[in-house]
């Protein structure tokens, strides 16, 4: 782990990678020796510096500037009951911050990198974090490298290399680009850089600190997280909000030492309605809200990688998605056959690969067999599939397109294994999107062999001859289209193959030139599967007023036919090309916009172009989730309002670029998560409503009785055990509340929506005025009613304990009454209520709370009596609630 394994290794002639690679008990030893390939996690903060942090405010500063003028002035009970609050404060806050952190580095524990190795001759896919000095490592496009590699075989592999150089153009790696040190042909991919194109495969020379990523991770910190959105905006409503109480303060000091009253008290009271009135809790209620439903996702496949992005992904209007693998199964089966004479075969769907069971009308199975043996043939060649038959029986890896073609190919009786022999490769043209093909070259005596498979038409213009099972014949193209329209018709996905011959195997410059005159062989239909849960997710979706749009590589008719199995709801004019797309593009974006308006059928779309739709989409109004799980995915991912990438066949770069990572690669996930966002955005607004509705009341309160002529309702002692203490226990409990049920039932919040709307606003001046008021009304009535004014606050306190109680449950919901919400469906914000309340009453009888509070014990008479009165905010809630439930009647 600490050095460079490079010249202990042997590799073969010309630079080449040993085949078989290490052994399992060779691999384990140098385990044990350099350690495992990682590098070090950056250090989480501890316990007791997340308790620091919580001191790290201008309103506990405040708190102790108020401290020390209660020392200055001999008042040591409430200098040492604000140190006793703020100790208090900083430990709750601490435990659920530390706990919230703990959580999100667990859930990101879950991506565990993995890397596909040889070893013992065999194909291995592992934890990357094994990985081992000598390790044989194959890559493709979009793998991240796992650690730094020599390589002995590369194929068009191209390589992102900014995450180390800052250059932002891929570098391509051939074998003899470079020279090492010992001499002759060697090229090198460095840990963490990414494989953009292409393939190859190499051995691992360095691991963990050693290598050249290791080796910058070794000598610099890594920079902090930048604030969420949602945080930012909640920070300047804060301020907002401290401006206001310091303008209300103000005045409350002017008129108090105007009536005479000491400026020490005025300058406590300031102090709290300041803590009375700013949110101080919300940030961590917010961060609490925010986990649980992150762990809530996690349990349904969705990893959240940005906390933020679980209120984002909850706020989305327009789901973007792809097709295979999110709607489909990704387990794609050969089901049809058209050969270029008009000849039909049929592939059973079964499970037994070992049977002959391909037929045709009026044909032996064994008869049509051979009639696709061509086909099959250049199915198999060009192919860079594997098909293993294990103890639990055959199992595919690769490219879901390659693994089916290898099934069918052996179900029609073709060996491979023979075929290699037969055909000896000489090169390969690996399959890109941007091709829309695979090639290889073969030898075959003293000619060469091309075996080509891809999209249909692209093949079809290749082609000059197309098979007539006797020979070639001139190929009619338009007959050939026909086929292919069918069968594409019928929500197959639609490959063809072709052949070709040149006539020396000598040429040593086989490329892209030689595809031309190929002789046409037919195609075929495969099938993948509609998830059976994703029509009812796509109906929920509607129902949400969430619009779902489908971008891909398919051919149209195949496209629409899945969109309309899968439950989309589209008018034919609502699908559209990549070529359409092209030509909007180079019109401007209005054109472009105007276009994505009304589509909601994106098919033939190159990877280029999802990242043009996506924001075409953000620009026409949507807040856009999309999917994705290929290398050309990222762009869309990473510029997304929500990227949304698939754990199970995701690349690398596009779960690095994503904020969101489903592991199970399905729709109906990404629905659900959509569900749990709404929930965690809407217990976000009833931590809100809850804080800021009793600290206004608060304010309202002061505003009435300081220049009415009456006493100080509150002492400030008693302000800041009323909203650091009672109210801080409720909030988070708050935060904890279940998802209501009917999440998806509603339309989605405008992007361009303030989090203090219309009905906030109305709902905080309602408990604002019956919370302050009524406050003021008990303590008015009780001065007059004989109380002394220390008895009078001492039922005042009790009071807005209880108010801050009702509210509390008031806030479960903003629009279901809360007689319809399951009594103990939060046990959590039950425990809290009954905490807060006991925690009150015992202050009474503890001999220094008692003091320090100036409180002290009531009878239950004056209990009841204060919990009558409290239970007015529940009444009018009610009624403001019932109003628009009855309008929509």
Known sequence: MTRDAAATLEFGPDGACPLQGLGHAQASALLDEYGENVLPAPTAPS????????????????????????????????????????LANGIIG???????????????????????????????????????????????????VPADLKLGETSDLLCDESLLTGESMPVRR??????????????????????????????????????????????????????PPLMIRLARFSNLIAWTVG?????????GLLRGLAWNELFLMAVGLAVSAIPEGLPIAISVALAISMRRMAKKHVIVRRMAAVESLGSCTMI?????????????????????????????????????????????????????????????LPNEGTLLRGEDGWRGRGDTVDVALLAVAHKGGIARDELWECYPLITRIPYEPDLKYA??????????????????????????????????????????????????????RVLGFAEGTISSAKDETFGHHHLVDLVFLGIAGMKDPIRPEVPAAIRACRAAGIEVAMVTGDDPRTAAAIAAEAGLVFQPDQVTTGAKVLSAEQAGEPALDALTRTIRIFARVAPSQKLAIILSLARNGHFVAVTGDGVNDAPALKHAHVGVAMGRKGTDVAKESADIVVTDDNFASIVTGISEGRAAYGNIRKVILMLVATGSAELFLFLLAIPLGLPMPLLPVQLLWLNLVTNGIQDVALAAEKPEGDELSRPPRSPKEPIFDRIMLRRILVSMLVIGGGGFAVFYGLLRLGYEVDAARNMLLLLFVMFENVQTLTSRSERRSFFSIPFFGNPLLLVAIIATQALHIAAMYVPWFRDTLEIAPILIAEWVLMLVAASSILLVTELDKWRPRRASI
């Open 439 to 492: 090639a290889s070259f073969h030898r075959r005596g003293d000619t060469a062999r091309i075996f080509v498979k891809g999209s249909a038409e692209v093949l079809i213009d290749m082609a000059d001859r197309m098979d007539a099972g006797d020979g070639p014949v001139a190929i009619d193209r338009a007959a050939l289209l026909r086929q292919q329209g069918e069968m594409a018709g019928r929500g197959l």
């Open 47 to 86: 316990l007791a510096m997340t308790f620091l942090r919580q001191f790290r405010s201008p309103l506990i500063y405040i708190l102790l500037l108020a401290a020390a003028v209660s020392l200055f002035v001999s008042d040591a009970e409430d200098a040492i009951f604000i140190g006793v609050v703020l």
């Open 247 to 255: 303008l209300v303060s103000l005045v409350l000091i002017a008129v």
């Open 94 to 144: 601490a435990i659920q911050e530390h706990s919230a952190s703990s959580a999100a580095a667990a859930l990101r524990g879950l991506e565990q990198a993995m890397a596909t190795v040889i070893r013992e001759g065999e194909i291995h896919e592992i934890e990357a974090r094994r990985l081992v000095p000598g390790d044989l490592v194959l890559l493709e496009a979009g793998a991240r």
């Open 174 to 227: 051939a074998v003899g680009a470079l020279t090492s040190d010992t001499g002759g042909p060697v090229a090198r991919a460095f840990a963490g850089t990414l494989c953009t194109r292409g393939r190859g495969q190499g051995v691992v020379v360095a691991t963990g600190l050693a290598t050249e990523l290791g080796k910058i991770a070794s000598e610099i910190d890594k920079a902090s997280l930048s604030q």
């Open 320 to 380: 973007a998605t792809d097709k295979t693998g999110t709607l489909t199964l990704n387990e794609l089966t050969v089901t049809d056959i058209c050969l270029p004479d008009g000849t039909n075969l049929v592939v059973d769907a079964g499970a037994d690969l070992d049977a002959c069971i391909i037929r045709g009308h009026g044909l032996r199975p064994a008869d049509a067999g051979q009639r696709a043996a061509k086909l099959l043939k250049a199915a198999v």
